[in-house]
T-cell receptor, first 111, second 112 residues
Framework: GDSVTQMEGPVTLSEEAFLTINCTYT??????LFWYVQYPGEGLQLLLK???ADDKGSNKGFEATYRKETTSFHLEKGSVQVSDSAVYFC??????????WGAGTKLIIKP | DTAVSQTPKYLVTQMGNDKSIKCEQN?????MYWYKQDSKKFLKIMFS???????INETVPNRFSPKSPDKAHLNLHINSLELGDSAVYFC???????????FGSGTQLSVL
């Protein structure tokens, strides 16, 4: 079945560092891909998405590009802030329109 | 009005007890989920209900049973609670194939 694999955390960075959180997927067809963020004490929020190959999703300085050849959707940000500390989830939407989740990566940004 | 409401917010109980967590949504969404967030903050899907039919069960122990009396409710029953069940449990809804999820505020379960 479809699956999503993302790098284990926690990822600890200093403020203004460059961020990459890896995400790869296995799926039949061409799923839509998503990054969700969960801030402490809150539910998940959609951060960005891409619906077809080579699409780039972006929001709040974060970017991710749908790479069909490497089945990847890595999350990047050029300069992280303490307020970016959260848990980040990669997900895909399967042919039944259900979301398949990665395990989540905790990001800790130190001032 | 709260779109997705869970009760109780906190639940402290002894090992071996049976407990329930309730979830109600007023969004008219077709799909509801239960997630478990462990101490490492990883969110794992437990169940998904679409129009009252169970469509995902991610190898959750059969001590956990979702019950959906109607489209607006998806309750989680847990029998013979174990220490490892301590976690935050989130209910969520998804409507019309859209990717946006609506989450409840979570129920923090502590098994002593």
């Amino acid at each position: 079945g479809d699956s999503v694999t993302q790098m284990e955390g926690p990822v600890t960075l200093s403020e203004e560092a460059f961020l990459t959180i890896n995400c790869t997927y296995t799926a039949t067809g061409y799923p839509s891909l998503f990054w969700y963020v969960q801030y402490p004490g809150e539910g998940l929020q959609l951060l960005l998405k891409a619906t077809k190959a080579d699409d780039k999703g972006s929001n709040k300085g974060f970017e991710a590009t749908y790479r069909k050849e490497t089945t990847s959707f890595h999350l990047e940000k050029g300069s992280v802030q303490v307020s970016d500390s959260a848990v980040y989830f990669c997900a895909l939407k399967d042919s039944n329109y259900q979301l398949i989740w990665g395990a989540g990566t905790k990001l800790i940004i130190k001032p | 009005d709260t779109a997705v409401s869970q009760t109780p917010k906190y639940l402290v109980t002894q090992m071996g007890n049976d407990k329930s967590i309730k979830c109600e949504q007023n969004l008219g969404h077709d799909t509801m989920y239960w997630y478990k967030q462990d101490s490492k903050k990883f969110l794992k899907i437990m169940f998904s209900y679409n129009n009252k039919e169970l469509i995902i069960n991610e190898t959750v122990p059969n001590r956990f049973s979702p019950k959906s009396p109607d489209k607006a409710h998806l309750n989680l029953h847990i029998n013979s609670l174990e220490l490892g069940d301590s976690a935050v449990y989130f209910c969520a809804t998804q409507g019309g194939g859209a990717e946006k999820l609506f989450f409840g505020s979570g129920t923090q379960l502590s098994v002593l």
